[in-house]
Each structure stands twice: as C-alpha cells, then as structure tokens.
C-alpha cells in the first residue's frame, strides 16, 4: 500500500513558485512524523533486486531504502570484483558520480545561510580572474546560476577535455574560450567543469579544500564515517567495489579513473549504501541538526525547466510530467507527485537515488558496472511508495505489462 502523511501535498504545478515561497520564509513541508510501514514493499524490492542479479550477471550492486528517517532495507548483492568473488556488503564503497552535486548545493547553502556566499553576488566577487568569452557576461554569474546549470555555456563543456586527461584548472581557465549559447540564467544545460567552480568559491570564502568541508560539514555529522573523496579514498576503503566495463561478452575489473575525481564538487564522492542512507535521512529532513529544514528547502527550489528529462527511460516517459533542476538536485512531477532526484555515472559505476519528500520514503541504489538493468529498480521503489502497480520496470520495454 502507498504511504500517506498527514502533511499538505505539494503539487507540482507549485514547482515555478517555490523559489518565491522559499523567500517568503515557508519551508518545504517537514515529515509529519506519522508511522509507514513500508517493511513489506521493501523485501518485494529485495528480491526483485536478486531475481535482477541472476538475470542481467552484472559483478555487484548495494542498495538502500528509507522510510520515515528509518533505515527498512540496506543489502549487498554480488561481488565487488568479478575476479576475486569478495562479496558487496552494505558498507562497500562505490563512486557515487553526479550524487556528489548535491553535496555541492548543500555546502553552498550551509555557507549561504553563515553569510561567507551569497546564492545571488557574482563569483567574480570571490573568483577575480574568472571570466567567459563574453567579458559582461561572466560578471554576472552567481552561485545560484553555477550550481543550476545556467552558465550561458553548451552543455558538457570540456568533459571530453577532462577525460583525455587536461587539470581542472586549466580548463576552469579555458572556459574565457568557450562559445556561449545564451546569456547567463536564460538557458539550462548541464555542466560539470563549470559546476565545479563552486569549489573555488569555497576554498575562496573558507580558506579550506571543499572535500574538507563537506568532510567536516556533512559526512561527520550525519554519521557518513565510510564516505571520502577521490581514487586514494576509494582504494584505502575496507571493501570497495571495482569498475567493471564488457569485454568479449563478459565485465572485466578495471582500476578507476582518475580524471572526473579531478572535480570533487560534480564528482568526486564516494560512498556506501549504508552512508547514502544517512545522507537521504537528512536529506528528507530527519537531521535538522545538521541540516535544517529551511536549508533543505533552498537546495530544492526548481531554478530552471528541463523537459529533455521527461523522454528516455520508459518509467520517464510514462510517469514524469514535469522537470526542473534546484541546486544539486533533480526535481520531477512523477505521476502527481514530487520526487527529488540524481543519477550519476562514470566509468564502471552507475548510481541513482531519490525520494518522496510527501511519502517520506527514498532509496539510493549504486552499482559497478555500466549495466541499464538496475537503474529499474529505481521506479518500482517509487511506484510500490505511491501505490503504482502493472509495471515492470526491468524488463525488455516491449515486454512491459500493465
């Protein structure tokens, strides 16, 4: 059965005027603390996730549930390297990706709400030397703009650059050359070494490295104790999953790449499903201690429309009306309801995670191959939560059955 909360339902055709109401001092709306048993949706997701195992035989996966601040599943599935059989535990580390871009926005607004930024003042304010092709232009960009993917430039620019191996800094210098397709907050598009330029903010309005930060900030508090920060922090982990990629009908064990660690802010997290449990207990405000509910309502405010992420996937085309992007976040109209949501991946790794801030139920599912199949499971959580049923979600799209 769908969970239900006491507490008013957010409507997604609210989403534009969420900002305004942030502004205004309203806060998202706070679990209302009401019991969910959503014990039994969760071993039915278990075992879809081992039926998963056996029928795609991709090396390994960790998973985690949570339902009203509490942890309801939290599993390890196959093994971390397909040549040593070591198991996947619920505290095996996996690169998150992308799920690092809401650590980004959650810093951002910690050192928002001290008074060290400001989501509105141009970074050149703290970046002196920082500047676009478009010399006016680049005086106008804002933390705000940064961290919503509103820049001005095409999307993913210079990741290619960063793949083949250039430093972050000499690319964060060559946005000056980059072309723009608009002006600063008049288009969205999604970015990762223009993203990372919050990290120099931070190091500018701190005087520390943002891995420290958040290390200190976030990870700590929230009791994130197996979560770190680049290739050396992923390989000094106890048990860390290995990047797998297919070679000759088979996925292969590959060391990990350094060149998106390079950018800590869009990609440099890694983390256990029992760690990114923790982060989605706070997240959906269970933690006010460390993160307070207005904070929360700040990094989830929709700053730009992104309809491009209604097509794909079928559970996309199907359930998502709407789409937006906050700051680090996803925010999605799924089938009338609100989900705050990220998906990440690099090589080797896969990840998502999301939830229902109305529901209060989230779930973070990673994984260490570049396999589509588990990324299914993430919909029949979502769909189980809201009482959605008919779907499966990780089956061939022809073979899907209401």
Request: glycine share 8%; charged share 20%; hydrophobic share 40%.
């Amino acid at each position: 059965m769908p969970s239900k909360k006491d507490s008013p339902r957010f409507h997604p055709t609210s989403l534009l005027a969420l900002p305004l109401l942030v502004l205004a001092g309203l806060a998202w709306p706070a679990p209302s603390g009401a019991a969910t048993d959503f014990d039994d949706e969760a071993r039915e997701i278990e075992v879809l996730a081992e039926q998963m195992m056996a029928r795609a035989r991709i090396p390994g996966m960790a998973m985690a549930i949570v339902a009203d601040g509490e942890v309801v599943s939290l599993r390890g599935y196959g093994v971390v390297d397909s040549k040593l059989q070591e198991p996947v535990t619920a505290d095996t580390a996996f690169r998150v990706a992308s799920l690092s871009k809401a650590f980004a926005g959650t810093l951002s607004a910690m050192l928002v709400r001290e008074g060290a930024m400001d989501w509105d003042s141009p970074i050149v304010n703290q970046l002196p030397t920082f500047t676009l092709r478009d010399g006016q232009a680049a005086q106008q960009i804002t933390v705000r703009q940064v961290l919503s993917h509103q820049v001005g430039l095409a999307y993913n620019t210079y990741d290619r650059d960063l793949e083949a191996n250039e430093p972050y800094p000499l690319l964060a210098a060559k946005l000056a050359e980059a072309p723009l397709t608009c002006s600063p907050g008049e288009c969205y598009a999604y970015q990762n070494i223009a993203f990372s330029l919050v990290g120099d903010m931070v190091f500018a309005t701190t005087g520390d490295f943002y891995a420290a930060q958040v290390e200190k900030r976030i990870f700590q508090p929230l009791g994130m104790y197996g979560a770190t920060f680049g290739r050396s922090g992923l390989e000094a982990s106890s048990s860390w999953a290995r990047p797998h990629v297919r070679s000759g009908g088979t996925w292969v064990p590959v060391r990990p790449k350094e060149t998106y660690y390079r950018i800590p802010p869009a990609a440099g997290v890694n983390a256990s499903a029992r760690d990114m449990a923790q982060w989605l207990i706070g997240q959906m405000g269970h933690r006010p201690e460390v993160l307070p509910e207005e904070l929360l309502a700040e990094i989830r405010s929709p700053q730009v429309e992104t309809p491009g992420e209604i097509r794909g996937s079928g559970w996309r085309r199907e359930r998502l009306r709407e789409a937006h992007y906050a700051l680090g976040w996803r925010i999605y109209d799924y089938a009338g309801h609100t989900l705050v949501y990220h998906a990440g991946a690099v090589q080797g790794y896969r990840a998502i995670t999301g939830f229902l801030p109305e529901q209060d139920i989230g779930v973070v599912i990673l994984w260490n191959s570049e396999s589509a199949m588990p990324s299914g499971l993430f919909p029949s959580t979502i769909d189980r939560a809201l009482g959605l049923h008919g779907r499966d979600w990780m089956a061939p799209a022809g073979r899907r059955r209401r």
